[in-house]
């Protein structure tokens, strides 16, 4: 079966650095996404990888090993607002998107 | 209006009522879809629409009924529901459907509560 892996909650203090994992095992790879989802609130999309490598955008930055079916998303000078939950997701070899149960990412003084 | 828009966004209903969530999007997107987002689960598709027709049903229980009238609006009929069928309903828009990129665009969701 196909399966995203991305831990259930992490806890970070304001101003550090966090990184947010996720492994999948899925039928074929066409692409990875990370959203970003406040509570109460829409999904809204942060990043997408279909190469192996680093993508930056300003504080957020999203890996890709598609070797080791690996991501991450590294998160710089975390701000109280970086408080969500953070949703890995893959396109398979059908184009269907495979989702992770999400990360809940909370931020302390 | 811009992006996608969800409403109700909070509903409660009886197992015996009949009750319809509604989405619009003003992206100008060819694809919709709605999916069903329940605690500490991934999200789970239910039902995708390219240029006005379903192209996936994802094994979903009659219950759940799609309607999408046009690009713009997808509406999803509910009736004789089960308590476990509360949660968030989420729908989305994308540019297509299928190959590249097609970032979803969610909106804010509907809050479903079976009583």
């Known amino acids: 079966g196909q399966n995203i892996d991305q831990p259930t909650e992490m806890t970070a203090t304001e101003g550090a650095i966090v990184q947010i994992n996720c492994t999948y095992q899925?039928?074929?790879?066409?692409?990875l996404f990370w959203y970003q989802q406040h509570a109460g609130e829409a999904p809204t999309f942060l990043s997408y990888?279909?190469l192996d490598g680093l993508e930056e955008k300003g504080r957020f930055s999203s890996f890709l090993s598609r070797s080791k079916g690996y991501s991450y998303l590294l998160l710089k000078e975390l701000q109280m607002k970086d408080s969500a939950s953070y949703l890995c997701a893959v396109r398979d070899s059908n184009y269907q998107l495979i989702w992770g149960a999400g990360t809940k990412l909370i931020i302390q003084p | 209006e811009t992006g996608v828009t969800q409403t109700p966004r909070h509903l409660v209903m009886g197992m015996t009522n009949k009750k319809s969530l509604k989405c619009e999007q003003h992206l100008g997107h060819n694809a919709m879809y709605w999916y069903k987002q329940s605690a500490k689960k991934p999200l789970e598709l239910m039902f995708v629409y390219s240029l006005e027709e379903r192209v996936e049903n994802n094994s979903v229980p009659s219950r759940f009924s799609p309607e999408c009238p046009n690009s713009s609006h997808l509406f999803l009929h509910l009736h004789t529901l089960q308590p476990e069928d509360s949660a968030l309903y989420l729908c989305a828009s994308s540019q297509d459907h299928g190959a590249g990129a097609n970032v979803l665009t969610f909106g804010a969701g509907s809050r479903l509560t079976v009583l």
């Open positions: 899925t039928s074929g790879f066409n692409g």
């Open positions: 990888n279909v």
